[in-house]
């Protein structure tokens, strides 16, 4: 079974400051890990994915996730925030070659200028 | 053009009415899928289909009946509505197999009063 948790529902930086945005994952296989973020009355758009290769892994609009086996972290960060990063952010997991995402509770993204 | 694409986008019936989504890709995907995204935003899985034949079923009522009448469309009807079932319904798409690339639809808001 696989599961994900995301610490903290709402997070909220200033604009130019780090994003630290936290994921755990628990998995009974090597996982495939992915931030996903959902702006206002929008769907789903897939921000980065871990697939076994690099464990940094870089995504759209600056941000990037490091894979951390012993930790089982999957945490999202940018090194500095822009008022167009608030939105809600999800975590999921899934197996390699698997048939679903199992998704996190989802971190709002509040961003102050 | 839209990749994954729902009908309606808003849908407001009263209880015990009998109301379907739509969903088609024109990706050429094998997989199709449905989620439910509760109050709290909360995302979980209810179906998957692969090439018309369900592969997922997680212990949804079976007032909710998925339907896919070609692999390109995934159509999800639901009878008898309680107002538990207001929440937003996302369809997806992937390749066979392969749940790590899913592309997601914009989203059919349903509010059940």
């Known amino acids: 079974a696989q599961s994900v948790t995301q610490l903290g529902s709402h997070v909220s930086v200033s604009e130019g400051a780090l994003v630290l945005l936290r994921c755990n994952y628990s998995s009974s296989v090597p996982p495939y890990l992915f931030w996903y973020v959902q702006y206002p009355n929008q769907g789903l758009q897939l921000l980065l994915k871990y697939t076994s290769a690099a464990t940094l892994v870089k995504g759209i609009n600056g941000f990037e996730a490091e894979f951390k086996k012993s930790e089982t972290s999957f945490h999202l960060t940018k090194p500095s925030a822009h008022m167009s990063d608030a939105a809600e952010y999800f975590c999921a997991v899934s197996a390699e070659y698997g048939n679903k995402l199992v998704f996190g509770a989802g971190t709002i993204l509040r961003v102050k200028s | 053009d839209t990749a994954v694409s729902q009908t309606p986008k808003y849908l407001v019936t009263q209880m015990g009415n009998d109301k379907s989504i739509k969903c088609e890709q024109n990706?050429?995907?094998?997989?199709m899928y449905w989620y439910k995204q509760d109050s709290k935003k909360f995302l979980k899985i209810m179906f998957s289909y692969n090439n018309k034949e369900l592969i997922i079923n997680e212990t949804v009522p079976n007032r909710f009946s998925p339907k896919s009448p070609d692999k390109a469309h995934l159509n999800l009807h639901i009878n008898s509505l309680e107002l538990g079932d207001s929440a937003v319904y996302f369809c997806?798409?992937?390749?066979?197999?392969?749940?790590?690339?899913?592309?997601f639809g914009p989203g059919t808001r349903l509010t059940v009063l």
């Open positions: 997806a798409s992937s390749l066979a197999g392969r749940a790590d690339t899913q592309y």
């Open positions: 990706l050429g995907h094998d997989t």
